[in-house]
């Protein structure tokens, strides 16, 4: 790895309204170490960032609402796919009324960046089997949520095959047991609660809960 490469590759993940730019789902990554350059440019170790605003250029949401309306009237007229925009690499999709766009730094691999882009958009089109539209992202924002966190934690890409990433998020969940048919006090009972614990709590670790 290239010393200006980094394992935190993806600085933001953002579906905007193409109408009018407003936010149907925005989420900033700011990793959690920083460069430490020596005087002759070479990166020498990896120290602990000193707060929010040290890695990450949009800390609030008026600054990340700004960048948002830019980026959109930059691209609203583009053809491509690719763009460099606020010392940013920026990939990004129009699909039918909204925006999608994955944010990484200068230095970042832009293949990279754009298969994440391919990731989320695919696997969109996979979960709802129709048109990716502002509508339809609303109404399923909680699969559209786990679907981004399937395919990158903190900024670290970990997925980009949709298939894997859908079955993940629509995975079933396990079937409830009747508890009243469980005797707490025999030795079934109490691993039948043990299972059903075990299985419930994998289930919020998985939806991140």
């Known amino acids: 790895m290239s010393p ?16 009018d730019g407003s936010r149907i789902f925005t989420k900033y990554y700011t990793p ?11 990166v020498l170790t990896r120290t602990v960032a000193s707060g929010p ?7 609030d949401k008026t600054s990340q609402t700004r960048f948002e309306k830019a980026l959109l009237q930059k691209t609203a007229k583009q053809t491509g796919d690719i763009l460099l925009f606020d010392n940013r690499i920026v990939l990004y999709k129009m699909e039918s009324d ?13 293949i990279l960046l754009y298969n994440v882009l391919l ?27 786990l679907a981004v ?16 990433i859908v079955q993940r998020c629509s995975k079933a969940p396990s079937q ?8 707490p006090f025999s030795e079934q009972g109490v691993n039948n609660l043990a299972q059903l614990g075990k299985a419930k709590l ?3 670790l998985r939806q991140g809960l």
Request: hydrophobic share 40%; proline share 6%.
């Open 4 to 19: 200006g490469m980094s394992l935190y590759s993806v600085n933001a993940i953002l579906i905007l309204a193409s109408e």
């Open 32 to 42: 959690p170490h920083q460069a430490a350059p020596n005087p002759t440019g070479a």
């Open 53 to 59: 605003s040290s890695q990450n250029p949009y800390p």
């Open 98 to 110: 909204v925006a999608i766009y994955v944010v990484g730094s200068l230095d970042d691999n832009e």
């Open 119 to 145: 990731a989320l958009r695919d696997s969109m089109h996979l979960l709802f089997k129709q048109s990716v539209d502002k509508r339809t992202i609303i109404e399923n924002y909680d699969l559209v949520s």
């Open 149 to 164: 966190d399937e395919i990158c934690d903190d900024g670290v890409v970990l997925e980009t095959d949709p298939t894997i």
């Open 176 to 183: 409830d047991v009747n508890l009243s048919r469980i005797d």
């Open 202 to 204: 994998t289930d919020w």
